[in-house]
């Protein structure tokens, strides 16, 4: 167990539909993050908030809403998916953002999105 | 623009004989090295990584890897692959306050 949890571990969804995706650390860290993972390509990160405040953006798609409670909670909703957004979702923590500390990233189990 | 290659996309070991899995990076200052390990079917787990010191890292499962500055590489090596070490792994590479940068990830078959 890494301390990251994130829920559902599979979801199949259709194009019109609206889900989200939960992640949850219980690790005590500052900042958390969201990595989506395709075939054959590199781990894109998407998003990284440090407490609950949004820190990085990269570029995502308006259909994907991120939304950050508090510093132990992180969601990913989901709307109007395109089938190539299927991929594997990664929610991820660390003490802190500022790389500067050199911290390790833990990473969740995943959550499995098929967009139909 | 910091970068990280893992120039093999599968590499194939018998059990019991020594793996390597090659990392090149790309930065312009002292970079901070990471190695992860994904399973099938779960996410990342953390190996290793080299910040400062020591050439040489030991990490979990009897990994290690060795910080070559010279030739830019970051080499995770184990003296004896067991199966259970087939998976996919990914190098990383940070410097300063810019997120974790990946490789596209080497996946390892042990074959018994």
């Known amino acids: 167990e890494t301390g990251v949890t994130q829920t559902p571990r599979h979801l199949v969804m259709g194009m019109t539909n609206k889900k989200s995706l939960k992640c949850e650390q219980h690790l005590g860290h500052n900042a958390m993050y969201w990595y989506k993972q395709s075939a054959k390509k590199p781990l894109e990160l998407m998003f990284v908030y440090s407490l609950e405040e949004r820190v990085e953006n990269n570029s995502v798609p308006s259909r994907f809403s991120p939304e950050c409670p508090n510093s132990s909670h992180l969601f990913l909703h989901l709307h109007t998916l395109q089938p190539e957004d299927s991929a594997l979702y990664l929610c991820?923590?660390?003490?802190?953002?500022?790389?500067?500390?050199?911290?390790?990233?833990?990473f969740g189990e995943g959550s499995w999105l098929t967009v139909v | 623009a910091q970068s990280v290659a893992q120039p093999e996309d599968q590499v194939n070991v018998a059990e019991g004989n020594p793996l390597t899995v090659k990392c090149t990076y790309s930065?312009?200052?002292?970079?901070?090295l990471f190695w992860y390990v994904q399973y099938p079917n779960r996410g990342l787990q953390f190996l290793l990584k080299?910040?400062?010191?020591?050439?040489l890292v030991k990490g979990s499962y009897g990994f290690e890897a060795e910080f070559n500055k010279s030739q830019t590489s970051f080499h995770l090596k184990k003296p004896s692959a067991l199966v259970s070490d087939s998976a996919l792994y990914f190098c990383?590479?940070?410097?300063?306050?810019?997120?974790?940068?990946f490789g596209k990830g080497t996946r390892l078959s042990v074959i018994a």
């Open positions: 080299y910040i400062t010191g020591d050439n």
């Open positions: 991820a923590s660390s003490q802190d953002h500022d790389t500067f500390t050199r911290n390790t990233i833990y």
């Open positions: 930065v312009s200052g002292n970079p901070y």
């Open positions: 990383a590479v940070l410097q300063g306050n810019t997120p974790l940068v």
